[in-house]
Structures are given as structure tokens and as C-alpha cells.
């Protein structure tokens, strides 16, 4: 069934909201920098030798000042820009097998908030444990509502009763554009020793899982999500005497071999905790890095007479 849907696009709020941080800040440290050396100038004892440069610095100031009304309003204009253009129309084809929606071959969640009776649609999982990359979340457009109700009567598929307000929150937590949004990039970096297919199919099942797992998760987290997987592909607990053969289909192509549990203890997990570690270590210098370039920043002011 081919059905129009609002669909929330995180991706330009997120490149709205960048901006605005980039206007604010551009902003503000040209102001703190006027400020700084328009009060430095006035404390000057041979005042009369730099009345151009405070001349210029006054009109610097006081530019900056009222330059901070049309930033405003500038921030105010792109915001409500953003919030008018944040839900995108778009057709989607979905299916119904075995009483449930799927979307691309991919099962897909359907709710009803009963605050706007608008049916959601998306495919977030509730435990990170049981899902895959988080694509979109939205709604069925009002003139294919009731449409949409019937076919999933004639499928028999269960609606659900959802807050839309949580879910939205939920889904623009999870769809943040970057680096270090969630646990996926950990992946990245593969051991030598990963050439069975059976173990190459775990891996990829854990980079999906870890695409909807906070970063702040920790290592006992990770290594608990490594532990449940294993079981839940072998049907059994992971140690070092563990080898299953298994086979197969994923949306990556059909995998055949041997999961072994002494690569996953020996070589996947330490490697996977040091991809942790490292860009655990990454975040912390990109969080600290605005503090830091402000640091410079009053140095090289110091450093040139402009605070004293």
C-alpha cells in the first residue's frame, strides 16, 4: 500500500540549530573582544597618544552592541523558518506479512496518539538490544488515514497508543547527526584476526545495535550487548571453547562459517573496548576545545597588553 506521510526532518534542525550556534558565537566573541579593549584603553595613562585607536574601538563597541538586535531577530527568522519546514512529505510503500508493517523489507512500528489522532510510524526500538539503524519517524497524512486504518484491519495488525511528544524526543536524541551521537564508529576499527563469516555477521549485527546505544552506555554495557548477542545467534553463552556454524541472510548478503567464542574473548572485545577508549578520549578534547580556544584567546590578549 502506497501511503503520504509527514516525516520529521532532523537533519535540517540539527544544520538550523548549528547555525544559530555559529551566529551566537561570532557574535559574542566579537563583543567580548571590543569590551575588552575599549577597557583597557580608557585605563591607559598616554591616552592622548591612542585617542584614533579608542575613537575606533568606541565605534567597534558600539557597532557590536547594536548589531545584537538584528542577530536576534536574524536567529528568530531561521528558527521559526526551520520549525515551519520541519516536517517533509513523502510516499512510502508499505507491506504487511504476518501481522505486521514493513517498509523496505525492514518491520516498521505503527501508533496512535489519541491527543491529535494521528497515526506514527517509524522504526525505533525500545531496547537497543533488538534493533537496526534508525531511518525515520512520522506520520500518515490525514487524507490517507482512514485508507491506512483498513488495510490494517484487513492485516489484522495491532495499533499502538503512544505519546507523539516522546517519540519525537526520542527520535531526534537518536538521529543526531555526528561522530560521537552513539557507539557505532567504535566498530569502525576491525581486529585482523575477524575472518570467519560467522563472526564478521555478529560484527555487523553489533554495528547496527550500537547505532541506537547512548555513548555514554559504558564498557559493562558494551561488553553485556556482545555477550546477549552471542547467545542470541549460537544458543549459547560465549566463552573460549564456544564455535557454532551457522548461516545466514542479512541486508549485508548471506553469511556462512563458524562464530567463535575465543576471538570474540581474546581479540573482538578488547579491540572493540580500545575503539571505545580512544574515542571516548576524542569526545572529551571536542567537548573541551571551546574552553580551550577561549583560554587562547585571553592569553593572546594578555599576552598583548589588552588585559591586565
Known sequence: MVVCTKLL????????????????GIWFVTFIISLALLVNLNK??????????????????????LFFIPVMIHVIFISRKAKKNEWVSKKFEIEAYENKLYLNKRSIFVNLDKTNNKI???????????S??????GYIDEKDSEKFLEFLKENNITIGVINAELLIYRYKNLSVPGKYNNLSSIL???????????????????????????????????????????????????????????????HYGLYFGNVNGEFWIKYGIPQIIKNYRICNRKLEFAMLSPFILILIIF???VGLGVIT
Open 299 to 301: 592569553g593572546v590578549l
Open 188 to 250: 569502525k576499527n576491525r581486529p585482523e584476526q575477524l575472518v570467519s563469516q560467522g563472526d564478521c555477521f555478529l560484527w555487523d549485527c553489533l554495528e547496527d545495535s550500537f547505532k541506537v546505544m547512548p555513548w555514554n552506555s559504558g564498557e559493562l554495557k558494551i561488553k553485556e550487548l556482545i555477550y546477549y548477542k552471542y547467545k542470541k545467534l549460537t544458543s549459547e553463552d560465549l566463552s573460549l571453547d564456544s564455535k557454532v556454524h551457522i548461516e545466514k541472510a542479512m
Open 120 to 130: 506514527y510510524i517509524d522504526n525505533i526500538y525500545d531496547d537497543y538490544m533488538n
Open 132 to 137: 537496526y539503524d534508525i531511518t525515520f519517524c
Open 9 to 24: 526532518d532532523v537533519k535540517n534542525l540539527n544544520k538550523v540549530q548549528l547555525k544559530i550556534l555559529k551566529t551566537i
Open 44 to 65: 591607559n595613562e598616554h591616552i592622548e597618544i591612542l585617542v584614533d585607536l579608542l575613537f575606533l574601538v568606541d565605534l567597534l563597541f558600539l557597532v557590536d552592541l
